[in-house]
């Protein structure tokens, strides 16, 4: 960021992290976009303060994008190409190759 602090990266086996990252994805949030009480609602166990992290760590890894004068985000183009391909990844190659093999 502007003060080059580091900001943790997003792991797909992480649940915490895939939750988000799977709210986000959400085609509603695709069309209209999103802001911090709409995906506050999908997320209830988290709180206002959590949110707003987990937005400016999106938003820091160029994830999202913030719409100026305004309170909403949209994925960036980046962003949308990425986590689409990082779940389809997760869920098509990595975790077949997981499963145990029948003898």
Do not use: C, M
Not at 72 to 97: D, F, K, M
């Amino acid at each position: 960021d502007e003060q080059r602090r580091p900001w943790r990266g997003f792991n797909l086996f992480l649940a915490e992290d895939l939750q988000v990252l799977l709210a986000v994805l959400r085609g509603e949030f695709l069309i209209h976009g999103l802001s911090h009480r709409r995906l506050r609602a999908v997320l209830p166990d988290k709180t206002a303060g959590q949110i707003a992290r987990i937005l400016r760590r999106l938003r820091n890894h160029g994830l999202l994008k913030k719409v100026r004068g305004t309170y909403w985000y949209y994925l960036s183009g980046l962003g949308r190409r990425l986590l689409v391909a990082a779940r389809r990844l997760t869920e098509q190659v990595i975790l077949p190759a997981l499963q145990p093999q029948p003898v």
